[in-house]
Each structure stands twice: as C-alpha cells, then as structure tokens.
C-alpha cells in the first residue's frame, strides 16, 4: 500500500515500478536461502528501503515440485506482509 493524496491515488508518478520491484525480487532469488520465510523478510526489508512511500507490503511466495518426508507435493508456499512506519 503506497502513503499518497487520495485525489491522486490512479496516478502513475504516486506507484512503485514494477520494473525496478521485479528486477529486485529477481536479484534477490539468485541468492541461495535455506527457508522461504527467509527470502521473503529480505524482500519486504528491501522494498522498505527502496520505496519509502511504501505503508505496507504482502509477498507471496511459492516453491513449485517439492519432496517432504516422502510426499511429492505441488508447491509449498509461504505468505508475509509488513507495515513500515515511514
């Protein structure tokens, strides 16, 4: 959720780009975490520094065609979310 004038909450200049957010997240993944929560705490620690007109953020994260104690599973997912006091 972005802190912006609620007059101009559709324009383009008061959002974040998904361009730069993707190519973040992107870099972020390259690197080699033991847990998913681990990887996403750095992601929304990122996009706090990064986007200070963040208020708050939600990550969804998803490893597809997983084996846990024998089960052949999906996907494994984990959800986190932050509000950043700006």
């Known amino acids: 959720m972005l802190n912006r004038d609620p007059s101009q909450a559709w324009a383009l200049e008061n959002s974040v780009d ?6 973040l997240v992107q870099k972020m993944a390259q690197t080699e975490y033991q847990l998913l929560e681990e990887l996403g705490q750095g992601i929304l620690e990122a996009v706090g520094e990064r986007y200070s007109e963040v208020e708050s953020a939600k990550i969804c994260i998803a490893k597809p065609h997983i084996h846990i104690a024998g089960a052949k599973l999906e996907s494994c997912s984990v959800e986190l979310s932050r509000v950043f006091r700006h």
């Open 18 to 23: 998904y361009a730069d957010l993707v190519a």
